[in-house]
């Protein structure tokens, strides 16, 4: 199936109490070339989400937003710094023989210790980066789906269009066939008059009328391009029902159909396959700008 090489699918979720939200876009480019923009704490996922996108996308310039919410998922831990604990317990002690221990004899140390500024702190707890990772990439996989469905829908536009095109090209190449044998008929009726008018008689030679005839015929076939144009036209119709990305190989082949239409235009010295041509290449071209927006 024909994808498109422009779309865009968003995806959110809530996983470990984060609320994840990914959005998948791209616009046409020649190679895959792939931007992921993430919060800065969680920047270690880059990597894993570019090995998705590649597994996903084959060309195309594509923009991956993550947005995550952390609000939930933040555990406070309580971390004791001993070192300063144990200065001030030493401090403590000391007071309590000052003071012989009649008032220092009833307070709890431990009280008095968590009181004192910078002994205990709160922090947030570490996080488990490979489970982050792996909820980031399920969230981007949802997206993903969501960017090729959309692509799908404008890829099979696209090859309905194609295909159209493709018929009127093979239309055109009948008539082009058709008319090609008039064209040396006319031209021998032609030269026989021409030779009369100069020879003012009516005896002429037969056999050169033939050979110039079949000279002329020779130069005006387009029979081995109307093979090839013909030939072309149906890989193009296989690669518009191939699930592989196509969009290059059918670049190539629409370059050869091109080159196929610009050489019967120029042996044909005749105004109605002139006509013929120009609207042959006219849907080429078409084609071919259809055919950038394929993967």
């Not at 431990?110 to 399920?138: F, H, N, Y």
């Amino acid at each position: 199936m024909v994808k498109s090489m422009t779309g865009y699918g968003r995806a959110k979720k809530t996983l470990s109490n984060r609320d994840i939200t990914v959005e998948v876009r791209s616009v046409n480019n020649r190679y895959l070339d792939c931007t992921v923009k993430l919060p800065r704490a969680y920047i270690f996922a880059e990597d894993a989400i570019k090995g998705r996108v590649q597994k996903a996308i084959s060309r195309g310039k594509v923009d991956v937003f993550v947005t995550i919410d952390s609000t939930g998922a933040d555990e406070e831990v309580v971390v004791v710094n001993e070192g300063l604990a144990r200065s001030y317990l030493e401090a403590l002690r000391k007071l309590y023989e000052i003071d012989g221990g009649n008032y220092l004899r009833k307070q709890s140390y431990a009280a008095d210790l968590a009181r004192i500024p910078d002994v205990l702190t709160v922090t947030k707890a570490e996080e488990d980066l490979e489970s982050v990772g792996a909820d980031i990439c399920e969230v981007l996989d949802e997206a993903l789906a969501s960017y090729n469905r959309m692509r799908a829908t404008e890829g099979q536009k696209l090859a309905e269009d194609i295909g159209g095109r493709l018929t009127t090209i093979e239309t055109l190449t009948g008539k082009v066939e058709e008319r090609s044998p008039e064209t040396v008929r006319e031209y021998r009726e032609k030269l026989t008059t021409r030779m009369q008018e100069v020879l003012q008689s009516t005896t002429i030679d037969e056999s050169r009328i033939l050979t110039e005839a079949a000279i002329y015929a020779d130069k005006v076939a387009v029979d081995e391009e109307t093979v090839r144009l013909r030939s072309h036209v149906s890989q193009l119709r296989d690669m518009l029902l191939s699930d592989e990305p196509m969009g290059r190989k059918m670049d190539f082949l629409i370059q050869e159909v091109n080159r196929e239409s610009n050489t019967i235009g120029s042996k044909c010295n005749d105004v109605a396959i002139a006509r013929d041509v120009v609207a042959l290449k006219a849907e080429v071209e078409k084609i071919r700008e259809q055919v950038q927006n394929i993967e």
